[in-house]
């Protein structure tokens, strides 16, 4: 009886192992000069993905506001605001959307996330504006 029990729970925790998905938290390192800047919590609504801020960590920024956004987002905390909106998984296993939010400049940018094929505790983020594209390398947070 034991056993019929411990099979299907071993293989649960083999997948989950095994099976990383883009979800979690992720520790933010700018690309041009390697300075950890945030952490972000990407999770999935109505069956796409969001990402918000949930903490500054660059020193002397961590209670920053969003000084070059317009509307809504003018000079709200950036800490809470949401970077990642409705974007939809393909069947490369990649999520793309139009609604990745780069508080410091402002701006919005088409987006593509995906997890480093060499390393699944690594997240590829890459925003377009037009056909320029720059991509950072985000690294998960285990949790405890």
């Known amino acids: 009886m034991l ?5 299907p729970l071993f293989f649960l925790l083999l997948q989950s192992a095994l099976g990383q998905t883009v979800f979690g938290k992720w520790k933010t390192v700018d690309d041009r000069n ?25 020193e002397g920024k961590e209670n920053a506001v969003c000084a070059k956004c317009d509307g809504d987002r003018k000079d709200k905390p950036i800490v809470g605001m949401k970077i990642m909106e409705d974007f939809e998984q393909n069947d490369k296993g990649e999520y793309k959307g139009n609604n990745l939010f780069d508080p410091e ?35 998960r947070i285990m949790e405890e």
Request: aromatic content about 10%.
């Open 34 to 58: 390697g300075i950890t800047k945030a952490i972000i919590h990407i999770y999935k609504e109505d069956g796409m993905l969001q990402a918000k801020v949930l903490k500054i960590l660059e």
């Open 3 to 7: 056993n019929k029990l411990m099979l």
């Open 105 to 139: 400049q402002g701006m919005t940018f088409r987006g593509k996330v995906w997890l480093d094929e060499e390393n699944e505790n690594r997240l590829k983020v890459r925003g377009y504006l037009a056909f320029l594209h720059r991509t950072q390398t985000w690294h």
